[in-house]
């Protein structure tokens, strides 16, 4: 048996465990001395193909696998949300945005052009911190708190505005309040003079996907309007997951 293969059995084997393994249970199970097994897994977890508990020591499967999962769906999921994008700004004539995660960082899949002459976006395949803006905090709400605390301890948290949050605890309490609320809000926190307001799109399970925001000039973006667009972007990011979990997630 080769490396790749000890590798990927070790995948299978925790991708139908209903709970985590230690060392000796996958031994056991593949019948794999508990050195190659301690090697491997090793290994996988270097890479974010597996992840250890810190309180067990038992193994299950890594982001890094869920990432590569969301990279086969993005193209569907462009198809299944351009739509509802499209819809969006026509009611609202501001820009769309669809984002997605990539590693550490959020980045621009698709986006929908409003007719305003002022017009606040990313172009297709924009890279932007999490920590930061909308689409960020939101696209960060939903991931663990294990992911949460890897993604604050490995980033700058970059100043780009005097209303970016740059305070570790101030920022977790800020992703906890978007997780409760179901979106985000950000008032200038990486270009002054901009608001912009995102919403989830989750799989079946819960689980991030993506994430549907609109972003323009903080004058167009005031009281019941502001309201008003937090309601229309939320059940946008709704119709979207529902389309998602009818074409895509059952997949």
């Known amino acids: 048996m080769n490396t790749l ?70 193209s569907g999921l462009r198809d299944t949300a351009l739509p509802l994008m499209e819809q969006l700004s026509r009611k609202t004539g501001e820009t769309v945005i669809l984002s997605g995660l990539s590693g550490h960082k959020g980045i621009c899949l698709e986006k929908v052009e409003g007719h305003h002459a002022l017009r606040v976006s990313w172009e297709r395949g924009a890279i932007f911190p999490l920590h930061a803006g909308s689409s960020g905090k939101v696209l960060m709400a939903y991931l663990s708190e294990d992911e949460q605390d890897e993604i604050i301890e ?27 609320q179901g979106y985000g809000e950000s008032d200038g926190e990486v270009i002054s003079g901009t608001y912009g307001i995102g919403a989830p799109i989750l799989s079946l399970t819960g689980r991030i996907i993506a994430v549907l925001s609109v972003s323009a000039p903080t004058q167009r973006l005031q009281g019941d309007e502001c309201q008003r667009m937090i309601q229309l972007v939320a059940k946008t990011a709704r119709d979207i997951s529902e389309s998602c979990g009818r074409t895509l997630c059952n997949k």
């Open 154 to 180: 490995q980033v700058d948290l970059t100043k780009f505005s005097e209303t970016t949050i740059t305070d570790r605890s101030r920022l977790k309490r800020e992703l906890r309040k978007i997780k409760t």
């Open 5 to 74: 293969e000890k590798c990927v059995r070790i995948l299978t084997l925790l991708s139908e465990a209903t709970t985590g393994m230690n060392i000796s249970e996958i031994s056991a199970r593949l019948n794999i001395p508990l050195s190659t097994v301690y090697r491997y897994t090793s290994e996988l977890k270097r890479h974010r193909l597996l992840e250890q508990d810190k309180n067990s020591g038992t193994y299950r499967l890594g982001t890094k696998l869920l990432e590569l999962a969301s990279g086969v769906a993005k």
